[in-house]
């Protein structure tokens, strides 16, 4: 049986009852038919769905990862392909041609019929829709086919001819081999990112991401709390206690903060308020005026009393008894203030038994707390026992404290375990996370040991730009060829700048190696006047008034030895050692 | 981009009002044209305090707590667009963060004070202040450059083909009779906003309005472009009509397409009104009016 062949194009047939001479329509006119097209029918299709349209970019800005939000923009799809599909269809059928063929003078005729019927301009139709959602790939043909005739044109027997004098001439053979080659290409490259995207979809919904992903954008509270938070603790009470302990970042205590002030009853703002000035509390103005704020919420709240006490810098007021984890914590860093070191490990003991979410802190503090009372076995013991089971910040900064302390109670030629494992933990980021303590622990040891395996160049990143670290450095390091008066003048400078100049840390071990280095009567005297004006009693100004009062024994200078007398009930609970760094994280 | 070409450029001596429009607006917009005046947004432009204003606006609606993250764009939004919680919110109370609540409230009273000086908020038309000069005076402010230049271009086309046709007085009259229904148009069909409103759109609406019906038998020429290659840009002659769906349709599906909470920046309202009195002018002109003045016409 044979079958007419319907794929060839005859022009003679398409054209042969008419009496104009057709010619196959340009490029240039079908886009610009399109465009007319596009111009003319989209505002009459969104006032024809305005409500819907109207939903959709509510809920856009709203509420775009909802149900409606899809059900909506998939409705208006729909709508958009159907209008399209009719007004095209009947507009092909009724004239031959869009009002944008219409005004460039295109047609549309039917290669075997004298009269477009409406089933060929529904499926015409139907295959242009398709095409467009397919990326619009398949209108590219019309550069490669001889008769400009992509696929819709050819499946509904059509054929766009223009009733200009000029018409097309078809595409020439090279041109519409780059053309298919290209149109190849393209549609691979968009194969397989599609197969590569729906195979990463299908991983995020394997694998509960999605879930993640909207909990995530609608949850107001943190999720580091949220881990802890027990039956009877105030959630946000527990939230400042993480942040004062440095178990939680700063953003996760705002917004914990933010959700109390909002949403929480009488008592939560109070606390909320506390929390805020907490945040502020760099900021002394604004931090203030939350802590006023604290005792109009709730005048009986722990949160009132702990914010008068620091109102009024009643410092006696933070040691009695606290009923909350802030107030616990708050009392263990003043007694570390007052150098009050055995108390703070009991309290240290005592929240490690009692709540979670300190984990981090009290382990770090154990650590701390033993050595300054002298227990240093204990210390070490308990250093060894916790290092392992930290996170790789953790472990760096205790290790970078602990390597301080060590070198500075002897600095022998000795290999200390905690400046090994400070190494070994920065050799994994280059020593690109060196910290300041980690830095001047590792180049006293290096100076002790009289080693010169570690360059300070390692250190560039954290050197860069902190100038008075870098004095520093260069003042202890053997590295810098520096002479001794030099080194004496840079760290006398450092010592006895204003705060606003030099890191506290800095300036404590520049004095701290000053007295070590100079033993100079004037020196002492002139630190020992710094020292009397500071209200904080810590580890380090014990160090400092440790070490003036053992040159002034040493040295037999008099005048040293009275104004110590003056100062001397404050010298207690310390260790005959001499300590090295800063206390608290 | 498809625009009608009708008689081109024409020159300031057959057309002199319409010149003279657009050298009044051009002038206008010289005198009060700030720059500095977007700098004031910063009260809006800065996220936390998008934010905070979202919070209390879910208040001030009698919402109670906080509004989901994911509603915080458009309570934000609405916001800004609420002429009555902008006076107000400062006298409110609210509940939440009382020290970041006082100094947003400080921030706010900061804000309109700046808005008030504004030249945009004195001559145009303000939902706070019905004053009626500003009926008048916003048809010749202008928001910007692309604003002034965009109506300007059209108003030289339309204007001048409408001059040539009903002379320039009834030209001018046209021009002010559909502002002041562009005023009516944003009174009754708009949200009320505080973004005062202000150019010669409404105007301009009503003179193509006018024009379309007017001359609404003829065929026109469009100029249409679309890439600088030969066969995407040219002429076209389209019916007069065509301005309606290709411009007009697009301010009526724009004003019901778009959510009134989110707003646009466009007073399709404005543009509304003063088409549908362009458009029943030109009805009522060629019926009534041209008839009685052959001359002019000619």
Redesign the interface.
């Known amino acids: 049986m044979v079958f007419q062949d319907l794929s060839q194009y005859s022009k003679d047939s398409a054209v042969s009852d008419s009496t104009a001479s057709f010619r196959i329509a340009p490029v240039s006119d079908r886009v610009l038919a399109f465009c007319f097209d596009v111009a003319l029918f989209s505002p009459l299709f969104t006032l024809i769905l305005s409500r819907i349209f109207q939903k959709i970019e509510l809920r856009y800005y709203t509420d775009p990862g909802s149900l409606e939000f899809s059900v909506l923009l998939g409705l208006g799809v729909f709508g958009i392909a159907a209008l399209t599909l009719f007004t095209q269809a009947y507009c092909l059928w009724r004239w031959g041609a869009t009002p944008g063929k219409y005004f460039f003078k295109l047609k549309v005729l039917s290669i075997n019929e004298k009269k477009l019927t409406f089933v060929q301009t529904t499926l015409r139709s139907i295959l242009w829709i398709l095409e467009f959602c397919a990326f619009g790939l398949a209108f590219f043909e019309i550069l490669s086919q001889k008769q400009r005739r992509p696929l819709h044109d050819r499946a509904a027997e059509t054929m766009v001819v223009t009733l200009k004098i000029q018409g097309d001439q078809g595409p020439h053979p090279l041109e519409a081999h780059f053309v298919r080659n290209l149109l190849l290409m393209f549609s691979t490259v968009i194969l397989l990112w599609g197969t590569v995207f729906i195979g990463q979809i299908y991983r995020m919904a394997t694998q509960g991401e999605f879930k993640k992903m909207e909990l995530e954008e609608n949850e107001f509270l943190c999720s580091a709390i949220s881990t802890h938070v027990e039956k009877d603790q105030t959630r946000l009470d527990l939230a400042i206690a993480q942040f004062l302990a440095g178990e939680i970042e700063e953003d996760c205590l705002l917004s914990e903060s933010d959700f109390s002030l909002w949403t929480g009853e009488k008592n939560q703002l109070a606390w909320g308020y506390f929390a805020k000035s907490i945040f502020y509390q760099f900021d002394q103005e604004k931090s203030n005026e939350y802590l006023g704020k604290v005792c109009i919420s709730d005048r009986t709240s722990e949160a009132c009393r702990l914010a008068q006490a620091l109102q009024t810098q009643n410092r006696n007021e933070i040691l009695k008894a606290a009923s909350s984890l802030t107030g616990q914590i708050m009392q263990i860093r003043e007694f570390t203030n007052r150098g009050d070191f055995s108390s703070a490990l009991k309290s240290v003991t005592k929240l490690s038994a009692s709540s979670a979410g300190f984990e981090k802190y009290t382990q770090k503090q154990t650590v701390k707390y033993l050595w300054m009372l002298g227990r240093k076995e204990e210390a070490a013991g308990a250093y060894m026992n916790t290092w392992k089971f930290m996170a790789e910040q953790d472990q760096a900064d205790l290790a970078s404290w602990l390597c301080l302390e060590n070198v500075n109670d002897r600095c022998e030629n000795k290999n200390y375990k905690a400046c090994n494992d400070l190494k070994e933990n920065l050799k994994e980021t280059s020593y690109t996370t060196a910290t300041t303590e980690s830095l001047i622990g590792l180049v006293m040891e290096a100076e002790c040991k009289n080693s010169h395996d570690l360059s300070l160049i390692s250190f560039q990143k954290i050197l860069e730009g902190n100038e008075s670290l870098k004095n520093l450095v260069l003042a202890l390091s053997s590295e810098s060829e520096w002479s001794s008066e030099r080194r004496l003048a840079s760290l006398r400078q450092l010592s006895f700048d204003s705060e606003a100049n030099v890191s506290r840390l800095v300036q404590r071990r520049a004095q701290m190696v000053l007295l070590d280095k100079s033993k100079n009567v004037e020196d002492s005297l002139k630190l020992l006047e710094l020292l009397r004006g500071t209200e904080k009693h810590d580890w380090v100004w014990q160090s400092l008034m440790q070490k003036i009062s053992h040159l002034a024994e040493k040295k037999n200078y008099a005048a040293l030895a009275i104004e110590l007398q003056k100062i001397k009930p404050q010298l207690k609970n310390t260790s005959n050692r001499i300590p090295a760094s800063e206390t608290e994280p | 981009m ?1 625009f009608p070409w009708l008689k081109g450029f024409l020159r300031a001596e057959a057309i002199p009002l319409t010149w003279t429009l657009i050298f009044l607006n051009f002038f206008i917009f010289l005198l009060s044209y700030d720059p500095s005046q977007h700098h004031s947004a910063e009260f809006f432009s800065d996220q936390k305090k998008f934010e905070l204003t979202a ?1 209390l606006y879910y208040q001030f609606q009698g919402g109670e ?2 509004p ?4 915080l ?2 309570f934000g ?1 609405r916001a800004l667009h609420d002429v009555k919680f902008i006076s107000e919110a400062d006298q409110r109370e609210f ?5 970041a609540i006082q100094r947003w409230k400080e921030d706010l009273v900061r804000f309109r004070n700046q808005l008030d000086l504004r030249p945009s908020q004195v001559f145009g038309l303000n939902w706070n202040r019905k004053a009626p000069l500003t009926w008048i005076t916003y048809q010749f402010m202008h928001a910007g450059w692309l604003h002034l230049f965009g109506n300007m271009v059209m108003l030289l086309i339309f204007a001048g083909a409408v001059e040539m046709q009903i002379g320039g007085f009834s030209l001018i009259l046209i021009y002010l009779l559909s502002g002041l229904a562009g005023v009516l148009g944003f009174t009754s069909l708009g949200e009320p906003t505080l973004a005062p409103m202000i150019g010669a759109s409404g105007s301009l609406s009503g003179i193509m309005a006018f024009y379309a019906v007017y001359e609404r038998k003829k065929r026109v020429r469009f100029f ?1 472009f ?1 890439s600088p ?4 840009f040219g002429h ?1 002659w ?1 019916p007069t009509w ?1 301005i309606f ?2 411009f007009f ?2 301010d ?3 004003y ?4 009134s ?2 707003g646009s920046g466009v007073a399709y309202t404005a543009h509304i009104g003063g088409m549908i009195f362009g458009l029943m002018s030109g009805l009522l002109w060629k019926k009534w009016i041209s008839p009685l003045s052959p001359s002019v016409q000619q």
Do not use: H, W
């Open positions: 498809i919070k707590d906080l989901k993250k994911s509603q764009f458009s939004m509940k939440g963060d009382q020290v249409y679309l290659v030969r066969g995407f076209l389209l065509m769906p290709l349709v697009t009526i599906a724009s019901f397409g778009t959510a909470e989110l």
